[in-house]
């Protein structure tokens, strides 16, 4: 079993940054991906961004540019740097972890943009 656990959320203006986190503990595989995804009210839920265990980054066009992913491998973390955020970026964001055989959800922060 994987735990995932969201950290730094918010209400910020338009402009403005915040940095998530997530945590992850449990039986980890050392070979995996992490990422963010994020579902904002009346869509579905979308890639934000990922990075796998050797750095390898992938991102949606919409945040190419402003956003920025990284990972502690030693703490079973993920981080997602969000600048120059816009309102749209507003939605619940959720962690990630994929492995061989399985995957796993945190429970999602909220960040809301203001106009």
């Known amino acids: 079993q994987v735990q995932l656990v969201e950290s730094g959320g918010g209400l910020v203006q338009a402009g403005g940054s915040l940095r998530l986190s997530c945590a992850a503990s449990?039986?980890?595989?050392?070979?995996?991906?992490m990422g963010w995804y994020r579902q904002a009210p009346g869509k579905q839920r979308e890639l934000v961004a990922v990075?796998?265990?050797?750095?390898?980054?992938n991102y949606a066009d919409s945040v190419k540019g402003r956003f920025t992913i990284s990972r502690d491998n030693a703490k079973n973390t993920v981080y997602l740097q969000m600048n120059m955020l816009k309102p749209e970026d507003t939605a619940v964001y959720y962690c990630?972890?994929?492995?061989?055989?399985?995957?796993?959800w945190g429970q999602g922060t909220q960040v809301t943009v203001s106009s």
């Open positions: 990075i796998t265990h050797s750095g390898t980054t």
């Open positions: 449990g039986s980890i595989f050392s070979i995996n991906v």
């Open positions: 990630n972890l994929r492995t061989i055989g399985s995957g796993s």
